[in-house]
């Protein structure tokens, strides 16, 4: 069985022949690709293939393809993408779109938030979930939605923990939970069964 349903390939022209052949029997056992740009383009050995290696997947079911590299990041000063400086990339949305839509049955995790809020989501030893938020532009206190698929999550209440004063949780109407005014850190802990 596949470890994860969906594997993105952004733009990597440079795959060996074990990598795509790695990544062709992720589909054939039943997982989606999600490939920009020219993936395959070239080998190990920085040769160009006569064919694309992944050129007769266009039109596979559980193939995306975004041909026009969305993920690429504008320059930021002095002309320049560094992780000083970083940005979205151009076609964050189209990319985000295209991630909720390959995965099979759906993203088991959502989380609407700020642009500057980090999500870590982990199982638990007891078989709960603990979800950490982040936020990085912290002088602004964010709202965030979580909402957990009901096979990744245990029923109830999740526990809020965090440092900060002023962060709430609350049952939002449609089921999952809201966040309110993160300032630096949360965790929502699920419990295991």
Not at 145 to 153: C, F, H, I, W
Request: with cysteine; proline share 7%.
């Amino acid at each position: 069985a596949n470890q994860c349903a969906l594997i993105c390939v952004p733009n990597q022209r440079l795959l060996s022949d074990e990598t795509v052949a790695t990544l062709r029997a992720h589909l054939d056992n039943g997982g989606s690709l999600l490939l920009t740009g020219e993936p395959g383009r070239f080998d190990e050995n920085h040769r160009e293939r006569e064919v694309d290696a992944f050129a007769d997947l266009r039109d596979h079911e559980r193939v995306t393809w975004l041909e026009d590299t969305p993920e690429r990041c504008p320059a930021g000063p002095e002309g320049r993408v560094t992780p000083l400086h970083p940005y979205l990339p151009e076609g964050h949305a189209e990319v985000a779109m295209a991630i909720m839509r390959a995965v099979p049955g759906g993203l088991p995790v959502d989380v609407t938030a700020g642009l500057y809020v980090g999500v870590g989501v982990y199982r638990t030893a007891d078989g709960g979930v603990a979800v950490h938020l982040l936020n990085y532009a912290n002088r602004e206190r964010a709202k965030v939605n979580v909402r957990l698929g009901s096979d990744v999550a245990p029923s109830g209440r999740p526990e809020l923990i965090t440092p900060d004063e002023g962060t709430t949780l609350e049952t939002a109407p449609d089921g999952s939970w809201d966040v309110r005014d993160l300032d630096t850190y949360a965790a929502l802990l699920f419990r295991g069964e």
